[in-house]
């Protein structure tokens, strides 16, 4: 059974009531979102350990210490049929299948969907309708009130990325101010998506571009992390594919205009390369968590470093 993943942020009386679902998409940070307002539901029902595993053949069966229920995050669907849903349906746990969307889940998902003890969430980039009403629910939950005109105006300047929307929304709803007005919104809303994605996309190109195009489209944490995501979703596809046919299918339908310079960029990758690019990914994802006011320039010294990496 499908539903909208944005009815777990405007609907608080959300019935968690089924022992399975399904998040998948091409939205990361919508899909990241959905996957903790859910656990979130979840926790309100009982007792629950968390557990993440690879799939959901490589889990411990074995009790809890605490004899807690567990909400297990399962990042693969390998070994799921109807028979395993049917034995998985009928247990005290909860989990939760997060899978990006690529044609190998298509089959799987439709097993998902057939089910009526399982809820399917797709996470898309936001239509203008649920933008509208995921705005409106953040101003109704700050107390702000605007003019018609003024909340327009930021509905269309809002990016329909879920993460840097809400940045943005959480930005306003910090700032002490008794009105606000299009100028005021122009100045505090940080650049929308596609400009931030474009950064990543000038790659090849030589250094002082990329610092230019950086430092004019990257203003904040929130770009900054943005960015660092968005690098980091291609880069996991290089690490898991072996060969350019493969990775050139795993491109998202929607990047069909870059599809071209991504296929070129995953031909300049060998074994060091890719274990040079995994720790990069992996000291830079800590330095960001560590030390949040200096995220501009981390992430600029990360972009270099990929081109770096990616070019030598």
């Not at 190998?104 to 203008?128: G, T």
Request: aromatic share 12%; net charge positive.
């Amino acid at each position: 059974m499908k539903i909208d993943p944005t009815i777990l942020l405007l609907d608080k009386k959300f019935n968690a009531n089924k022992n399975i679902y399904f998040i998948s998409g091409n939205e990361i940070t919508l899909m990241n979102k959905t996957k903790d307002l859910l656990i979130k539901h979840l926790e309100k029902l009982g007792s629950f350990e968390r557990e993440s595993v690879k799939n959901i053949i490589s889990r411990n069966t074995e009790g809890s210490l605490f004899n807690n229920s567990k909400i297990y995050i399962v990042g693969d669907v390998v070994g799921i049929d109807n028979q395993l849903l049917d034995e998985l349906s009928s247990e005290d746990n909860k989990f939760i299948f997060f899978v990006e969307n690529s044609p190998k889940i298509k089959l799987i998902k439709n097993i998902f969907l057939k089910r009526s003890d399982s809820f399917v969430l797709d996470c898309y980039e936001l239509s203008q309708e649920l933008k509208t009403k995921v705005i409106k629910y953040y101003l109704e939950e700050a107390g702000i009130k605007l003019s018609g005109e003024v909340f327009w105006n930021l509905v269309e300047k809002l990016d329909n990325k879920f993460m840097i929307l809400e940045k943005e929304l959480e930005k306003i709803k910090e700032i002490k101010k008794d009105q606000f007005d299009i100028k005021f919104i122009d100045t505090v809303i940080s650049k929308n998506s596609s400009a931030v994605e474009g950064v990543f996309f000038e790659i090849f190109k030589n250094n002082q571009i990329i610092i230019k195009s950086y430092n004019k489209n990257i203003s904040g944490e929130s770009e900054v992390n943005y960015l660092y995501q968005f690098i980091k979703r291609f880069s996991l596809l290089i690490l898991s594919h072996e060969d350019v046919v493969s990775f050139e299918k795993s491109v998202p339908k929607y990047l069909f205009r870059e599809k071209v310079f991504l296929v070129e960029l995953f031909k300049k990758y060998n074994d060091n390369k890719k274990k040079a690019l995994s720790s990069l990914l992996f000291k830079t994802e800590n330095t960001l968590r560590k030390n949040s006011g200096l995220s501009n320039m981390v992430g600029l010294r990360f972009l270099l470093n990929f081109k770096k990496i990616s070019i030598s």
